[in-house]
């Protein structure tokens, strides 16, 4: 269950669109659409904002959009805000009931 | 709404044990399968576990295998994680979390575990 590779840091001015990349293997992205997204603020706990590769839950702005090809998952985050400054996690399936999460990825907004 | 309350975390020294609490509201419980992730002092998320919504089916990360128990009550709507043999790496925050089709929907806000001696 080696975890999935992210940028350790991104960032963009307001305005702007940033997308974060998440690779895995053929054992977990490329092996299932369930590739999920998660924002966590400082000291918070984790918000989905992308599950099955690019559905948005109910509530989440739809400057956040999913998308996958291979063995590789995007985030992508248009008309960037300072609210959107925030660590970035993926997670994929790893088998058909287990999970594996991305290292993590800083957004800074400039 | 959805409301998941952990508690039990603490300080321990390495090589104790204890068990974790999450309770559950707002949901149907026995519908949903359950979730523990833990996230160490400045670090990314790590998938702990997993329950099946009746209990009948567990699975564990590699690091965790064998030294930490999944189970629930669902008569108590409450999940729980027995963590044994603690080691100063399993320090951490552990979240419990509720199970959608390959993805966490709901998180709760966390147990501080401290290993240290």
């Known amino acids: 269950q080696s975890a999935l590779t992210q940028p350790a840091s991104v960032s963009g001015s307001p305005g702007q669109s940033i997308t974060i990349s998440c690779t895995g293997t053929?054992?977990?992205?490329?092996?299932?659409?369930?590739v999920s997204w998660y924002q966590q603020h400082p000291g918070k706990a984790p918000k989905l904002m992308i599950y099955d590769v690019s559905d948005r839950p109910s509530g989440v702005s739809t400057r956040f959009s999913g998308s996958k090809s291979g063995n590789t998952a995007s985030l992508t985050i248009s008309g960037l805000q300072a609210e959107d400054e925030a660590d970035y996690y993926c997670s994929s399936s790893a088998t058909s009931s287990t999970l594996v999460f991305g290292g993590g990825t800083k957004l800074t907004v400039l | 709404q959805v409301q998941l309350v952990e508690s039990g975390g603490g300080v321990v020294q390495p090589g104790k044990s204890l068990r974790l609490s999450c309770v559950a509201s707002?949901?149907?419980?026995?519908?949903?399968?359950m979730h523990w992730v833990r996230q160490a002092p400045g670090k990314g998320l790590e998938w702990v576990a997993i329950?099946?919504?009746?209990?009948?089916?567990?699975h564990y990360g590699d690091s965790v295998r064998g030294r930490f128990t999944i189970s629930r009550d669902n008569s108590k709507n409450t999940l729980y994680l027995q963590v044994n043999s603690l080691r100063a790496e399993d320090t951490s925050v552990y979240y419990c979390?509720?199970?959608?089709?390959?993805?966490?929907?709901?998180w709760g806000r966390g147990t501080l575990v401290s290993v240290s001696s």
């Open positions: 707002g949901f149907t419980f026995n519908y949903y399968g």
């Open positions: 053929t054992s977990d992205i490329g092996a299932y659409n369930y």
């Open positions: 979390a509720r199970g959608a089709d390959g993805y966490i929907d709901y």
């Open positions: 329950i099946s919504y009746d209990g009948g089916d567990k």
